[in-house]
């Protein structure tokens, strides 16, 4: 039943660069079992990508959002939204916009892909994991809908640590590597 779909708060993981914001994403959903997308959004011209192009246009397809509801067995996939400090928002289309109303569980429960807008899915228990190094280039809107989590830097042991496991992890899923290098 619905009830029965975990359903976790939109998050905003924020901290410099390289820290594992994405590949902690990554490890959520491996250990929840549903599909994981990552749309970078530095790289987003529009909101067109997450919503689908309108029907209006002649190369019109359904966005992100559609493909995952309707293809996957899954009504809580991860979508990471990395680097979205980094999203033009001054743009005449803005990569955003269509944030406002996926990130809030009421409007989200309606949801319409621009090139079928006659059909309506629920896509309120999708995760929603937003990365970003810098808050204050992110629009005071969207930080209203989201949890925010400061990932600080590691220390030095924390690296090694972290450094050791990815290692220990890559000998692990590789036969090729173990059989070069020693644990």
Not at 116 to 144: F, R, V
Request: net charge negative; with cysteine.
């Amino acid at each position: 039943t619905d009830s029965e779909i975990p359903k976790i708060p939109p998050i905003l993981l924020l901290g410099p660069p390289g820290l594992g914001k994405t590949m902690f994403a990554q490890a959520l959903a491996n250990g929840m079992n549903v599909p994981f997308k990552v749309m970078r959004m530095e790289n987003q011209q529009a909101s067109a990508s997450l919503t689908g192009t309108a029907e209006f246009w002649s190369n019109s397809k359904p966005g992100l959002i559609f493909n995952l509801l309707t293809t996957e067995n899954c009504a809580n996939p991860i979508v990471v939204l990395d680097e979205v400090d980094k999203s033009n928002v001054n743009a005449q289309y803005n990569p955003l916009n269509s944030l406002y109303s996926l990130l809030e569980t009421s409007s989200s429960k309606v949801f319409s892909d621009e090139s079928m807008p006659d059909l309506t899915l629920d896509a309120s228990k999708i995760t929603w994991i937003l990365t970003a190094n810098n808050i204050d280039h992110i629009p005071e809107a969207i930080l209203s809908r989201v949890r925010v989590f400061n990932i600080p830097s590691p220390s030095l042991d924390q690296s090694k640590s972290i450094v050791s496991k990815i290692y220990k992890g890559m000998l692990k899923d590789s036969a090729n590597l173990t059989a070069k290098f020693w644990t």
